[in-house]
């Protein structure tokens, strides 16, 4: 077995999924769906929805406004990160 891992800090992997989003969906044990570990934007609830429709929401969250702007603000000032767990749902509208 070997254990392999990159070094990073949450900035560089911000970056990173600026660019490819992770493909990976963080569900909260109360269903929600998160956009980002360190970002507090919810954008889907699986008690209230299919696991197509929250991968749906999860896609376009990394497309919207909101988001884009909560990332690179994330990048920018490390101390929003303590705010992750200040959930806010978002909306997305699909395209």
């Known amino acids: 077995m070997e254990i392999c891992y990159s ?4 900035e ?9 989003p992770p493909a990976t969906l963080l569900v ?3 269903g929600w ?3 980002a570990a360190v970002l507090p934007h919810i954008c889907a609830d699986l ?3 299919t696991l197509q429709q929250a991968w749906k929401a ?6 919207s406004d909101s988001v884009l702007a909560a990332v690179k603000r994330a ?5 929003l990160h303590a705010e992750a767990n200040r959930w806010q ?7």
């Open 7 to 10: 070094p990073f800090t949450l």
């Open 12 to 20: 560089a992997a911000l970056k990173e999924s600026l660019d490819e």
């Open 28 to 30: 909260l044990p109360n």
């Open 33 to 35: 769906v998160k956009v």
């Open 47 to 49: 008690r209230a929805g």
């Open 58 to 63: 999860y896609c376009g969250a990394w497309r």
């Open 75 to 79: 990048m920018e000032d490390g101390k």
């Open 89 to 95: 749902p978002i909306e997305i509208v699909n395209s």
